[in-house]
């Protein structure tokens, strides 16, 4: 019974390890702070990159192929909303760095409502 209970000891000694090791090769999660910050630093960043025309002349190109429509709603119950139309297949494409969908490759549609509530 003692070599049984030895043998178990280091299974889970060694099983204790290789979850050790694996924790440790995560690193952990960002805190919600963290994220916001990030957020931000990035929108300052492109606010910054759009403020030189041929940049902003670019993304204009790009997102007038992305995004097919935008309604302003400005007297909602709980503020002004926005509707934004867009292929999400684009989205997703052009984010993965594959023009595929802007080339008039595969794609597909799917209406997203996004909002308060």
């Given at each position: 019974m003692i070599d049984e209970r030895e043998a178990e000891k280091?299974?889970?000694?060694?099983r204790n390890a290789t979850v050790d090791r694996e924790v440790a090769s995560h690193p952990p999660l960002?805190?919600?702070?963290?994220?916001?910050a990030q957020f931000r630093a990035?929108?300052?960043?492109?606010?910054?990159t759009l403020e030189d025309p041929a940049v902003r002349g670019q993304a204009a190109s790009i997102m007038s192929r992305l995004i097919e429509s935008v309604t302003i709603y400005p007297?909602?119950?709980?503020?002004?909303?926005?509707?934004?139309?867009?292929?999400?297949?684009?989205?997703?494409a052009y984010?993965?760095?594959?023009?595929?969908?802007?080339?008039?490759?595969?794609?597909?549609?799917?209406?997203?409502?996004?909002?308060a509530g």
């Open positions: 280091a299974r889970l000694i060694l960002p805190t919600p702070s963290v994220l916001q990035r929108i300052a960043a492109l606010r910054s007297d909602e119950p709980e503020g002004p909303a926005a509707e934004v139309v867009a292929n999400i297949a684009s989205l997703v984010a993965l760095n594959d023009n595929a969908a802007l080339e008039g490759g595969v794609s597909s549609f799917i209406a997203v409502v996004a909002g």
